[in-house]
Every structure is written in structure tokens, then in C-alpha cells.
């Protein structure tokens, strides 16, 4: 993935891929299906189970119809002056291209997994990563290429 004068990754690693924070909420709102379904079927416990099982298998099944349906897919460009962006969704191709000395601002989340980089004219570039390590290599080639004012 990195080397010393280029970073390349590409978004989805995986072909199902739940990003953290909507596992996150998905916990949240299991855990709410299950106290709701708790109370109103007369303090079953075991009917609140089969709920939020179906509940979770239920979103499990449309949030892979959907990522089938939708599949995009993003690769990275990273090298000392510029970022490349290319994002495909149905067959369809955009790419972005970010030179690093417009960049004014840039943050990265390691507990998300994503960031973006804000250029001059106050376009935001979002950034998704795969895995810590990713993030982290590229925060730090961030960091010696981009220049401080």
C-alpha cells in the first residue's frame, strides 16, 4: 500500500461493508427494538430476541441489496503534490484531483475511519479508509507534504 513517494487504497476493501458508525447506531437501535419489544409483548424475553434478530437480519439483507445495488467504489491516489480520486458507482467514473498545497485543512477520524481534506476554495474532499492502519499512513504523509503556514 505505501510506499515512500505514493499512497494507493482503495474503499471498499470488502464486497459487504458495514462503516463503524453505522454499526454503531445499528447497536443502539437493536438494543432500543429489543427494550421497546420487551415492554409491549408483556416483558417476554425471548419474543424481544426473535424481534431484534429479525430486526438485525432485516437490515443485514437490505444493506446488502443495497451495496449491491448502488456498488461504488472508491481508489485513492496519494503522492507528495497531489490526490487523486476516483469513485465508481454503476460504471459510471468521477475523478477528482486535489494538489496538496490547496489544501488548508484536513482531518482524520482513526475511531470512523474517514476524513476529508478541505481545499481553498472550500471544497470538501471526503476520505474513507478500510482499516487504522491505512488512516494512519496517510496522516502522516499528510503531515510531511502539506504545507504549513
Excluded at 97 to 109: G, M, N, Q, T
Excluded at 118 to 142: G, M
Amino acid at each position: 500500500m505505501a510506499d515512500t513517494q505514493k499512497i494507493h487504497w482503495k474503499f471498499p476493501e470488502k464486497k459487504f461493508n458495514l462503516l463503524k458508525i453505522e454499526k454503531v447506531f445499528l447497536i443502539l437501535l437493536t438494543v432500543l427494538v429489543f427494550v421497546f419489544s420487551f415492554l409491549e409483548v408483556n416483558r417476554r424475553w425471548f419474543l424481544a430476541v426473535v424481534y431484534s434478530l429479525l430486526f438485525l437480519g432485516l437490515y443485514f439483507l437490505m444493506s446488502y441489496l443495497v451495496q449491491r445495488i448502488r456498488e461504488v467504489e472508491e481508489h485513492y491516489h496519494l503522492t507528495p503534490t497531489h490526490l487523486h480520486v476516483e469513485r465508481k458507482k454503476k460504471g459510471k467514473v468521477k475523478k477528482e484531483k486535489v494538489a496538496l498545497k490547496d489544501v488548508e485543512h484536513h482531518k482524520l477520524d482513526k475511531f470512523f475511519l474517514g476524513g476529508y481534506l478541505l481545499a481553498k476554495k472550500k471544497k470538501k474532499h471526503l476520505l474513507f479508509f478500510n482499516t487504522k492502519e491505512e488512516l494512519e499512513n496517510v496522516e502522516k504523509f499528510l503531515k510531511k507534504n502539506i504545507s504549513k503556514k
